[in-house]
């Protein structure tokens, strides 16, 4: 009887902590679901794949409270906006022609720089990168025209920019090295490209785009007849 009885304890004993140990399976895979559920692989994220449309059907993108603009607000009546590189001669060529223009119009009309980098072109997120650390920290505009103007690019010249505009080296760093600021810069890029705008330069004078490297006369009139419009 009591050697039954001991079978008996044993066997309850066991199933008690099969229970418990099961309990504990669903309780941690429910807390890790739970975790989960906001932040899917990175396979299950939409893709967006670029569209090849005519540069008739490419419309500009809205201009956004995180953009950096200069000569206007957001007040004003005209938008020009580059996509573009800080390697791209193209667009270092354009950019100087729009430079021309844009202040002429006391803020009727605003300049938008949209970085537009390849994704496995590592040079040009880390512009683009470096640039929006600096705006971060105030100095969009002026670390923008040091990298359009600087001959090369590379470490040096970052650590150089920092220096010339007294940015906080460490702020910068540990911004630089955020990975959500690439992934950021990318994600736009690729929401670009699902626009249809898939190479730079590429330039909007209000709702028209172009590819050409137009002069500074040329985005004058287009720009004065989207005014007009």
């Not at 996509?83 to 009309?109: D, H, I, S, W």
């Not at 600096?134 to 670390?143: C, H, I, S, T, Y």
């Amino acid at each position: 009887m009591d050697k039954q009885r001991l079978i008996l304890v044993s066997l309850f004993g066991l199933i008690i902590v099969g229970m418990a140990g099961w309990l504990i399976y669903k309780s941690v895979t429910l807390k890790e679901t739970t975790f989960m559920s906001g932040a899917p692989p990175k396979a299950l994220k939409e893709v967006i794949v670029p569209a090849n449309l005519a540069l008739s059907q490419i419309r500009p993108p809205a201009i956004r409270s995180i953009d950096f603009y200069r000569y206007g607000g957001a007040t004003s009546s005209a938008s020009i906006i580059l996509f573009g590189t800080y390697r791209c001669p193209e667009c270092k060529k354009l950019e100087q022609a729009v430079m021309q223009t844009v202040p002429k119009y006391n803020g009727l009309a605003r300049y938008v720089w949209r970085d537009l980098p390849k994704a496995d072109d590592a040079q040009e997120v880390n512009d683009a990168v470096f640039a929006f650390c600096a705006g971060v920290l105030g100095k969009f505009w002026e670390a923008h025209d040091a990298l359009m103007g600087a001959a090369t690019i590379d470490g040096l010249t970052y650590s150089q920019i920092t220096a010339a505009l007294n940015l906080d080296a460490q702020k910068m760093a540990r911004c630089r090295f955020d990975p959500s600021i690439p992934a950021g810069i990318l994600r736009d890029a690729e929401i670009a490209g699902g626009d249809g705008v898939t190479s730079t330069p590429l330039l909007f004078i209000g709702t028209e785009a172009t590819k050409q490297t137009l002069p500074a006369d040329e985005i004058e009139k287009k720009l004065k007849l989207f005014l007009s419009s």
